[in-house]
């Protein structure tokens, strides 16, 4: 049995493409089951695997200061024990028919992924194993005890560590009291404080069968994809739960210098920046890849790592999320570069604030994002996630087959718009852990 799978594995493995996918429109299909989840189906028939995830709303954005890390806590316990199956039992049934089990944890969503062969008997046990561990979580009191201690002593090994000291700083300035700012694994006294019950009332109250959302691809028709939805979900908790976010509050402009001894400043600048649906999600996205998310090509690159030398690397993102996610810049540097790479970076980021891109550099994102794109839909597994995003933002069907006209669509002006719009520099947050006492510059905020 074990050859068998492995050989079939390794088939899958050589089968990095999906052609017939990747050329041309995503056929999604959607429906509800009997209790109100939400189904997104694609049938791939190319290669003899299975894909599925189920997610709700259940991230660390539903936990509260005295609860920080419970949401992890319980998404992390799912699949340490559940239908009458102690963890080593789970991983022994996974094994002997080649499933995969994974996990999906972010600031809105929890849920997670199964991936299996679609012969009968691999489907089936992999099928009946995830149903339970969805539907009948177990949380051993002894397993929690062991994984409160693991996560705890990372935390107390993580807080030592300046890139750590500089992300919770961040957040706090960014978010403020949003739940945005509670990390995801929670805090040292949060977690040794959570027991059996706190998990058991997160799970009823967040993973009910109305707020989950499955996402499947692979092989099956859709006859046996809407039966699958039904069984993953029929035993949930009954009702719905949505995610009921406050507004992110706008930050008040501010430098906080914590020291450190680490050979090199880590800074993080940030603003908060886009929901999922925001209407300037394409002209800000395209706009960061120009100034900082294009790897080497990009203004911050060129600024601070090739004409002077300041940094290895430099980066900023948006991550969308259900609230506005953050707007971030990052990079490290010698402690005592720390107020000139300041200086460069924010004068970059004023300057394309102000003026937006150039034709030519334009041009340039949209070839690479236009280019580099069937890369994002290449694999099932990329697929699904794909499929699950659409699903818990229930963006439009057709958004992965939009999404490069769109890209094309973006203009100058709508850029330099966008960015005025979402970043105000002056209001801009910034951390540094590490910096030399005797920079004279580490706290202007302003070029």
Same mark, same amino acid.
């Given at each position: 049995m074990g050859n068998r799978i492995f050989r079939a594995l390794a088939a899958l493995a050589a089968a990095l493409l999906l052609p017939s996918l990747a050329s041309g429109a995503l056929p999604i299909q959607h429906w509800q089951t009997a209790g109100g989840a939400?189904?997104?189906?694609?049938?791939?028939?190319?290669?003899?695997?299975?894909?599925?995830?189920?997610?709700?709303?259940? +991230?660390?954005?539903?936990?509260?200061?005295?609860?920080?890390? &419970? *949401?992890? #806590? /319980?998404? !992390?316990? @799912? $699949?340490?024990?559940?239908?009458?199956?102690?963890?080593?039992?789970?991983?022994?049934?996974?094994?002997?028919? +080649?499933?995969?089990?994974?996990?999906?944890?972010?600031?809105? &969503? *929890?849920? #997670? /992924?199964? !991936?299996? @062969? $679609?012969?009968?008997?691999?489907?089936?046990?992999?099928?009946?194993?995830?149903?339970r561990i969805l539907q009948q979580p177990e949380f051993p009191a002894a397993v929690l005890e062991r994984e409160k201690a693991r996560v705890v002593a990372a935390l107390k090994e993580a807080d030592t560590k300046p890139e750590t000291i500089a992300e919770r700083a961040f957040a706090r300035l960014v978010f403020g009291e949003h739940p945005y700012a509670l990390r995801e694994s929670g805090e040292v006294e949060t977690v040794a404080a959570l027991t059996r019950d706190d998990l058991l009332a997160h799970y009823r109250a967040r993973y009910r069968r109305g707020a989950a959302v499955v996402s499947i691809i692979g092989d099956l028709s859709r006859a046996e994809a809407y039966a699958l939805a039904e069984r993953l979900t029929e035993g949930l908790p009954e009702g719905n739960s949505g995610l009921d976010l406050p507004p992110v509050p706008l930050p008040q402009g501010q430098t906080r210098r914590i020291d450190h001894p680490a050979t090199q400043s880590h800074i993080l600048l940030g603003y908060p920046g886009v929901s999922r649906n925001d209407p300037d999600y394409f002209p800000l996205y395209v706009g960061n890849y120009i100034l900082g998310g294009g790897g080497f090509v990009s203004r911050l690159n060129q600024e601070v790592r090739e004409k002077r030398g300041l940094a290895y690397s430099v980066y900023s993102y948006f991550l969308p999320l259900k609230a506005q996610g953050p707007f971030q810049i990052g990079l490290q540097t010698q402690k005592e570069q720390t107020g000139e790479?300041?200086?460069?970076?924010?004068?970059?980021?004023?300057?394309?604030?102000?003026?937006?891109?150039?034709?030519?550099?334009?041009?340039?994102?949209?070839?690479?994002?236009?280019?580099?794109?069937?890369?994002?839909?290449?694999?099932?597994?990329?697929?699904?996630?794909?499929?699950?995003?659409?699903?818990?933002?229930?963006?439009?069907?057709?958004?992965?087959?939009?999404?490069?006209?769109?890209?094309?669509?973006?203009?100058?002006?709508?850029?330099?718009?966008?960015?005025?719009?979402?970043?105000?520099?002056?209001?801009?947050?910034?951390?540094?852990?590490?910096?030399?006492?005797?920079?004279?510059?580490?706290?202007?905020?302003?070029?």
């Open positions: 939400r189904v997104y189906f694609v049938e791939s028939r190319d290669l003899p695997i299975i894909d599925v995830s189920v997610d709700f709303p259940a +991230g660390s954005s539903t936990d509260t200061e005295s609860s920080s890390g &419970r *949401a992890a #806590m /319980t998404q !992390r316990l @799912l $699949s340490l024990g559940a239908g009458g199956l102690d963890e080593n039992q789970i991983s022994a049934r996974l094994a002997d028919v +080649g499933a995969q089990l994974g996990g999906r944890f972010d600031p809105d &969503r *929890a849920g #997670m /992924t199964l !991936r299996t @062969l $679609s012969s009968t008997r691999e489907r089936e046990q992999a099928f009946d194993l995830f149903i790479a300041l200086r460069v970076v924010r004068e970059t980021l004023q300057r394309f604030v102000a003026q937006g891109p150039t034709a030519e550099e334009l041009k340039r994102a949209k070839q690479h994002i236009v280019g580099a794109f069937p890369l994002r839909i290449d694999s099932n597994r990329k697929i699904l996630e794909h499929l699950a995003v659409i699903g818990f933002y229930e963006l439009p069907l057709t958004y992965l087959d939009d999404f490069l006209k769109k890209v094309e669509a973006v203009t100058l002006p709508e850029i330099r718009e966008a960015f005025q719009r979402r970043i105000d520099p002056e209001r801009m947050v910034t951390v540094v852990v590490g910096a030399s006492e005797h920079d004279p510059d580490i706290s202007q905020r302003r070029p």
